[in-house]
């Protein structure tokens, strides 16, 4: 793998619509929200795979429990990609696959769930990952992907921050320099902090590389 898979995927808070078991999904995917972050943001390098595996487990069974809805596929695919960031290689290529196929599942059931985060994910996966023959990289399916991510979060921080470093890597900075002034002028999500001082100090530092050319 080129870096860590989705390893800048910062979690947006679950915005729910209405349903019989809102509440309780609710705080299932807030309590998998944190425990990722907690792996991400927290836990030394060396730590990480085991935590993320166990998480992964963790995620599935909330899957499981919630059939039919979009957010916790979404949150399975971001751990599962982050496990395969820790794994890299070879190895690290069926769960790569595997991530693909839970957002997909997502955004057939509802591509607006967590704020178009699925959009997010899978581009950042397309965006990651080596093209054809190791892998499904594509860098024109990554654009697609996260501008409909932005449409469908138009402020957001992680819409904008991952645009921007899309446009930055690919020879744009000019272009990126919005998309990462907006991360940083985003709202505050509800929930924990961890991801979000995360997101704006990466916006932060791609605005000062951008900015030092």
């Known amino acids: 793998m080129k870096r860590t898979l989705c390893s800048m995927l910062l979690a947006c808070a679950a915005l729910l619509p209405p349903g019989t078991h809102a ?107 080596p093209g054809w023959p190791l892998s499904f990289g594509d860098k024109a399916k990554t654009r697609d992907l996260l501008l409909k991510a932005l449409a469908v979060n138009p402020m957001g921080a992680d819409s904008n921050h991952f645009y921007g470093e899309f446009l930055f890597e690919t020879g744009q900075p000019e272009e990126a320099l919005t998309c990462l002034e907006q991360a940083l002028q985003a709202p505050t999500r509800p929930g924990p902090q961890i991801a979000d001082t995360g997101r704006r100090e990466e916006a932060r530092q791609l605005l000062a590389k951008i900015r030092a050319r």
């Open 23 to 129: 509440a309780p999904l609710d705080e299932a995917i807030s309590e998998l929200q944190l425990s990722w972050e907690v792996v991400r943001c927290q836990t030394p390098a060396g730590e990480r795979e085991k935590r993320f595996d166990a998480l992964a487990g963790k995620a599935h069974q909330t899957a499981d429990a919630f059939p039919g809805r979009s957010e916790p596929l979404i949150w399975e695919g971001i751990v599962v990609s982050s496990l395969a960031g820790e794994k890299r290689g070879f190895s690290a290529v069926g769960l790569v696959k595997q991530a693909k196929s839970l957002v997909e599942q997502a955004l057939q059931i509802d591509a607006n769930a967590l704020d178009g985060s699925a959009y997010n994910c899978l581009g950042m996966l397309y965006y990651k990952v």
